[in-house]
């Protein structure tokens, strides 16, 4: 295969929003460096990235965005690639029994697509039916948070929040569904501003249809305040 014709099936695949993994894609030695040291050196590559595009870099505007980027970038919307940041999500007995469908909508999703590097910017619904435990409700939360802080695809991301909470729970019985908004759909390409994404991923009990419909007539439900 010549070079360009593989350069753009890469661009295709990005274009069209194509994951390679239901894990984040993460090198051995990602965290040998501390994040000081990758601030460091992600705010000179920045300041060459704004030099080649012309920018003027003593301007009292522009002269501390370079660092303003990295830090944002290791501390803030990529924090979640740490496994030191991931949330502790501590389980309570059920000892009120409640056996019926717990649902947390709404949740919001701040993210970035991996093939651009733009956001990601939509709400997470999370369900799941206790076998005994229950989880705090900002800890589902921190969980979705924790997952979006990462160069992510939609799909991942859904499976990410899902998997975690099993894990958490020690249930299938749990659900995720997220409607997003992608700047690389909205603000570049084909520019459609009106366009949203929709994924789901259902484990468990919320594979039968009737289950899963309870769960999405409850997302449909109208809780303004």
Same mark, same amino acid.
């Given at each position: 295969?010549?070079?360009? @014709?593989?350069?753009?099936?890469?661009?295709? $695949?990005?274009?069209?929003? %194509?994951?390679?993994?239901?894990?984040?894609?993460?090198?051995?030695?990602?965290?040998?460096?501390?994040?000081? /040291? !990758?601030?460091?050196? &992600?705010? /000179?590559?920045?300041?060459?990235?704004?030099?080649?595009?012309?920018?003027?870099?003593?301007?009292?505007?522009? !002269?501390?965005?370079?660092?303003?980027? #990295?830090?944002?970038? %290791?501390?803030? &919307?990529?924090?979640?690639?740490?496994?030191?940041? @991931?949330?502790?999500?501590? *389980?309570?007995?059920?000892?009120?029994?409640?056996?019926?469908? $717990?649902?947390?909508?709404?949740?919001?999703?701040?993210?970035?697509?991996?093939?651009?590097?733009?956001?990601?910017?939509?709400?997470?619904?999370? #369900?799941?039916?206790?076998?005994?435990?229950?989880?705090?409700?900002?800890?589902?939360?921190?969980? %979705?948070?924790?997952? #979006?802080?990462?160069?992510?695809?939609?799909?991942?991301? *859904?499976?990410?929040?899902?998997?975690?909470?099993?894990?958490?729970?020690? %249930?299938?019985?749990?659900?995720?569904?997220?409607?997003?908004?992608?700047?690389?759909?909205?603000?570049?390409? &084909?520019?459609?501003?009106?366009?949203?994404?929709?994924?789901?991923?259902?484990?468990?009990?919320?594979?039968?249809?009737?289950?899963?419909?309870?769960?999405?007539?409850?997302?449909?439900?109208?809780?303004?305040?």
């Amino acid at each position: 295969m010549d070079l360009e @014709k593989h350069l753009k099936q890469i661009e295709e $695949l990005g274009n069209n929003h %194509v994951s390679s993994s239901t894990d984040t894609p993460m090198r051995p030695d990602a965290f040998d460096m501390s994040d000081q /040291e !990758k601030i460091e050196i &992600i705010q /000179e590559h920045f300041k060459i990235i704004m030099d080649t595009l012309g920018l003027d870099l003593k301007d009292d505007s522009l !002269k501390g965005t370079p660092l303003r980027v #990295a830090k944002m970038y %290791v501390n803030e &919307i990529f924090g979640g690639l740490h496994p030191d940041r @991931k949330p502790s999500a501590s *389980t309570f007995d059920n000892k009120y029994k409640y056996g019926e469908m $717990l649902v947390e909508k709404n949740i919001v999703v701040y993210s970035t697509c991996e093939h651009h590097f733009l956001p990601i910017i939509g709400r997470a619904h999370v #369900a799941y039916f206790s076998d005994g435990k229950v989880v705090g409700l900002s800890k589902m939360n921190r969980i %979705v948070d924790y997952y #979006a802080k990462r160069p992510q695809v939609q799909e991942r991301l *859904t499976m990410q929040i899902v998997k975690e909470m099993q894990e958490v729970m020690g %249930v299938e019985d749990v659900a995720c569904v997220i409607d997003a908004k992608h700047l690389c759909v909205n603000s570049r390409g &084909i520019r459609d501003i009106e366009s949203s994404t929709v994924t789901s991923e259902f484990g468990g009990k919320f594979k039968d249809p009737a289950v899963r419909r309870e769960f999405l007539d409850y997302i449909n439900l109208d809780t303004e305040f």
